[in-house]
């Protein structure tokens, strides 16, 4: 490498062609991309997860070069490689003599903190730039909310629509209505068939081989010639343009069924391409109200308004409040619950078919729809007392799409309620019968969904209800919480005795479950 005045670094979730840091090739620029093991061994990853952002940053940096920009790669084999982004940085600035060191904002806490440290003690001159992804800055919401005591994502996401003239007539909703989840949510009655999902071929053999040989630890399953996720721009635009035409008909509708007909139903699976950066969250919400415009009669409101409410809505409040409550949010426990996650979120084998199944895919694809992470996995986690800290590791890990500041709100806020009702309004909890109602899992299940105790009586019955007795000081003033603890009160003393029993049998037995 020749002298060069300015080192760039790019971040593994920063993979923006549309940059305007690349739009024109600059003299004395030299782009940054390294695997450290920093950053595959600060938890413990889904093989697949750590499989495609090298793949995807090996990609990008390839792309890079061929539009004429200067680009210095470091793999995590490469003999010269320090393994941190600190000693990497400031080896090859004190070598090649750069002047000048930018990067673009983190958007995870601790990478912010140590960038920016780092960049305070390097001997030249640093600057951080936006990575020009998100439709909010990091502390909009934190502005929006100045002085209240709620943080509805609904108030935010009227605001997003407003400020972005998104889905309105003279200001006011398309339609007459802000949310239309009334008419989505609905179970998969197989009336509709589903599109098998769009999935790649990605050969990461030799990237599979290089963990083997570096000894990095993982979990979970990979074909090494068969990465079915998207690592270029060009995959992830061909997803969407796949999701748009057989997915966004009837997204709406069963966003949160589950099936054992299909891992996938209706969703997009975009969000490894949209948490890179491959693509933009702007142009992904263009383009399904550019699909719903062409298509009013296959496509109805209801379809497109949740897609876009998820990610213009959901996605930057998630990172709103991220940035809002970092770092104390990290280390809440509300119910200070303390047991450890059973085996199963390891090996997917237990005998509750749902958990079976929504372990068993995340464990061979490293994806999970959002429901099965948030009432199966989630729900089952919560009412099982684990210490929120195990949960926010195997979630961090196990996800393709899963970077802290995605990941950290929806488990530990949302599913886990460590924060006590900072993001949900209240917990994320069910028995059996939601289950029931939203899939066809039970079915296939040797416990028995409709009992609370007894032989073969479905766990999340009795914990459900182990659950609301247990917390009941920490949870009955809230008032969506009310039906709950009315029907607790109602059930006759002998039921509940019997009830609350089998779930303390079922703690002491839950890795046989």
């Not at 940096?61 to 490469?78: F, P, Q």
């Not at 003393?493 to 089998?502: H, I, N």
Request: proline share 3%; aromatic share 12%.
């Amino acid at each position: 490498m020749v002298r060069r005045k300015t080192l760039r670094l790019v971040l593994g979730d920063q993979l923006n062609e549309n940059h305007s840091w690349f739009r024109n090739r600059t003299d004395g620029v030299v782009y940054l991309l390294m695997e450290v093991r920093q950053e595959t061994d600060y938890v413990t990853h889904h093989i697949q997860k750590v499989a495609a952002f090298f793949a995807a940053m090996r990609a990008f940096a390839a792309r890079l070069r061929d539009t004429g920009h200067t680009v210095h790669y470091i793999r995590l084999d490469d003999p010269a490689n320090r393994q941190t982004f600190e000693d990497n940085i400031a080896h090859l600035i004190d070598t090649y003599g750069f002047r000048k060191f930018e990067y673009l904002q983190p958007d995870e806490f601790r990478l912010d903190e140590q960038l920016r440290d780092m960049a305070d003690e390097l001997r030249v001159a640093s600057e951080v730039f936006d990575t020009e992804h998100f439709l909010t800055r990091r502390t909009d919401v934190a502005h929006l909310f100045a002085g209240k005591t709620q943080y509805l994502m609904e108030t935010f996401y009227r605001r997003m629509r407003k400020v972005h003239d998104i889905m309105l007539e003279d200001g006011k909703p398309v339609g007459g209505r802000w949310n239309y989840d009334a008419r989505n949510r609905m179970h998969y009655d197989g009336k509709v068939s589903i599109p098998s999902p769009l999935f790649f071929h990605n050969d990461v053999t030799d990237i599979a081989a290089m963990l083997g040989r570096m000894n990095v630890r993982t979990f979970g399953n990979l074909t090494p010639e068969a990465l079915i996720w998207p690592v270029t721009r060009p995959q992830a635009l061909e997803v969407l343009r796949y999701f748009l035409i057989n997915g966004l008909p009837y997204f709406g509708t069963y966003e949160d069924a589950m099936t054992e007909h299909s891992r996938t139903l209706f969703h997009s699976r975009l969000s490894f391409a949209l948490n890179t950066k491959m693509l933009s969250p702007r142009e992904v919400i263009d383009a399904a109200l550019n699909e719903w415009h062409r298509h009013p009669r296959e496509i109805e409101i209801q379809q497109v308004e949740g897609f876009v409410r998820q990610i213009l809505g959901w996605r930057e409040y998630m990172r709103g409040m991220y940035w809002m409550l970092m770092p104390a949010f990290k280390t809440m426990n509300f119910f200070n619950h303390t047991a450890t996650l059973p085996h199963y979120f390891w090996d997917a084998q237990t005998h509750m078919h749902c958990m079976h199944r929504a372990l068993s895919q995340s464990l061979d694809e490293a994806y999970a729809h959002h429901i099965q992470r948030l009432m199966i996995t989630g729900n089952f986690a919560l009412l099982a007392g684990i210490h929120p800290d195990y949960v926010d590791e195997w979630y961090l890990g196990v996800y393709i799409d899963a970077i802290e500041w995605a990941e950290l709100t929806n488990t530990r806020g949302m599913s886990q309620f460590a924060d006590g009702g900072i993001i949900a309004t209240k917990p994320y909890v069910s028995s059996a019968r939601y289950l029931h109602t939203m899939s066809d899992y039970c079915k296939h299940c040797r416990y028995d969904h409709s009992r609370r105790h007894g032989a073969l009586a479905c766990p999340f019955n009795s914990l459900y209800w182990d659950f609301l007795h247990r917390h009941r000081a920490k949870l009955a003033h809230i008032s969506r919480m009310g039906i709950m603890y009315g029907t607790l009160d109602k059930m006759a003393a002998d039921e509940r005795t019997r009830t609350l029993k089998q779930a303390d049998h079922y703690q002491k037995i839950i890795e046989n479950l």
